[in-house]
């Protein structure tokens, strides 16, 4: 289909390519077993999905996968994100990289303690850690929270009935300090909670609006010495769409 | 890495499986634009998956899958769902075979008349159509409703505010004379609503259960003639996860 | 909108829909930490999706959702696939239900010994357990196995590039004797080369089929003594659509 | 649960939550039905979903989200990618908003003509425009294009055997001058090919690096004068993760 003269351009073509730079470079959507420090347990395991890229020097040409592989493989059965900072350092050593980046997305999972055997709540929250070392490093935690309308019917009669999901909220947090992920949960279900009850106080039944719960989180994440700068988005499901409102600092 | 030893082996191993008879064989998952008819409006656009597989007579060896493109290019632009039947003969005859089955899954849009411009509606139903053909032709059609808890406070005033999705319900049916899509949504949508109200008679806040919902939505199916035969799955999303009931004739 | 007449009649209605049976009841998509046994390391932590649900005798009105919920809770933590049995007995027993149904889906990971610390093969598997239990119980164990066109470069020089994901191969199986999970996927994978090898006898690049990939793996799996009867579908990816072939005993 | 006072507590918070103030507002993912400018045929069905939101002013409290409903459900059936100035337009307007935002994503069709009626090459890819009006307006569009590695077999005789999924590349671009999807789509299409010969060159069986094609697509994108920006990813499918490059203008 192509004649010798049509490669021959091509060759001439592929020598322009070199001055085209490849930005980033990396390898992704690796699933991994994978450990993370817990307030109650000390250690919990879970299963992450894994992107794992740098940006190279302009003058570089191509580098070796390989490595980011070779990288993850010693880590194996033993990443946490107390290890983030070792595998981002490696990565940029290894690889001669101007920054690295490292990617972590899973499932948390909270226990908490329970009066009455016969409740399920929630205990399920998607995470995700977005980990860069260019000169300094940088970390930033992302959960998702799901929002439902409490259930005003006595509970302990029967059937868990549920009036549905009413939305989620996602945090993205930058940290000052340390701060456990079951206590920025912790701190955004109590919010909800408390926004609940005030909606609702006086007997009424009414519905929580996208904006006011908005504002609550947000006041809440501001206040949080640990947290030095966030992003919050909040989402009511509706039948067929949802609406939704972000803040944030800056 | 192999032997001819090994080679040799494996060709009298391959001489064993021809025994190994294909039940199945087709394409899957191929994404198409479709026409499906519409009691409204007569005709509406959307996009279709659809797969298309043969039951082989066991002393056929192989079959030509061009074969399956060959037919769905022909009706390329012009599938709907009256050309079922027509499909799956062309089916079964140019590729000799048994039995032919086709299957479409599809968006269907149902648009509504409204006094209130400013309303959005769900209007959007997951479809499915799996028809077959062996000696008689059979055809059943899954139609997937949301269902929401329906919002309780003035909705004139300001923000569409929802209390979110309770759930959704799975009916799929086979028909005894022909009735529109529209018309079985319409029956369910009729129950979720007559259930909605009985629920809250009196002024009082409950929640629909999963188990009387079912019950009323398969009296309302029971009941319509054209309907053939039926089975029905309501769910109620809770917080982390799902109540379901299922009922249906057989 | 609804009249008091048209509740009368609603309640008239509800008389009529007791003798609508529910066929099954139950919990779904509750996304669980379970441990499954492992033929190397004894036990991996993963993540399940899991369903509970019962056959319910006709004469009983509604169940105790709840005590799905609180079987699941005392197992939490623990919950592996020899406990199957036991959670089924529980669920039949405590719910009063003709029969029961767990549903488990996971995913498996599979560590490899390595000479070549470079190379990160696939190890990650999609399994689901199906165990149902009436007068005798019943498991089946499906496993999705991805397939790929082997590199036939060089692998150890540089960049781990693929010729892409040929496909997948989907196991069903039921088990005379006990087997491994791994024993399985080994069975299958050495079928998937010993394909790739004869395909590609004599240095010439062909392409395998999924006809003759089924029937190869198909032969494997009936010769298998532990295996009392499976479902295989063997699938190849196209640009834009899959083709696939099914086999399996009776 | 709440004493008074803590309700107490909570109206003075709410006073302060008024200084957290909400960034962007809207509603998402609604699924709508909407026509695409098509070069060949002037027109196509295809199904959007569609975001729109806005940024408020500071000062502003709350937002008439139902106003976003309006004016999706005035352009309902109308909508396409030339009317999304006049949307923006609107929403602006009418929301009293310093920005607005307009997201779609479809899938669009390319039809393509046949010499050899029993082929089907993939038409089918994943666009979406993110249109967005303060001062001035500004429109990217992105399209997702699988790359498979081309079949070398003799086409015509039998099966449509395929080699497997090779991976996608992912263009997001900025207009200088108008150009159509198609023409996009061809040009990356067209490189993608030459990277194939290329590689293959000399009757040689290679695989093509994520880098190489990176740079050739990257080139084909720079030179055409109808774009004014883009980021491009190349990603390759290896069996269990991905390899990636990125490169882009700025």
């Known amino acids: 289909m192509f004649t010798k003269n049509h490669i021959m351009k091509d060759i001439q073509k592929q020598e322009d390519t070199r001055r085209i730079n490849i930005k980033k470079v990396g390898v992704k959507t690796i699933n991994y077993p994978i450990t993370v420090l817990d307030k109650a347990h000390s250690r919990q395991h879970t299963i992450a999905t894994v992107n794992m890229y740098v940006n190279l020097p302009h003058h570089f040409k191509g580098t070796h996968m390989s490595r980011f592989v070779e990288i993850l493989n010693r880590f194996h059965g033993a990443i946490d994100i107390g290890k983030f900072k070792s595998i981002l350092e490696e990565m940029k050593e290894k690889l001669e990289a101007e920054a ?74 930058r940290f000052r300090n340390f701060i456990w992920i079951e206590d920025i949960i912790t701190l955004i279900e109590q919010a909800v909670e408390e926004e609940h009850e005030e909606t609702n106080a006086g007997g009424e039944h009414h519905v929580m609006s996208v904006e006011s719960l908005t504002r609550r989180i947000g006041k809440s994440l501001e206040t949080e010495r640990a947290i030095r700068s966030f992003t919050l988005t909040v989402e009511n499901f509706a039948d067929g769409y949802s609406t939704f409102a972000t803040t944030g600092t800056n």
Chains 1, 2, 3, 4 share one sequence.
């Open 100 to 173: 690295a980046h490292l990617e972590m997305s899973f499932i948390y999972f909270l226990q908490r303690k329970k009066d009455n055997p016969e409740c399920l709540k929630s205990c399920r929250y998607e995470c995700s850690i977005h980990g860069s070392l260019e000169t300094e490093d940088d970390l930033e935690l992302q959960v998702v929270i799901p929002v439902s309308t409490p259930f005003r019917e006595d509970e302990c009669k029967g059937l868990p009935r549920s009036l549905g999901r009413w939305g989620k909220t996602i945090a993205a947090v």
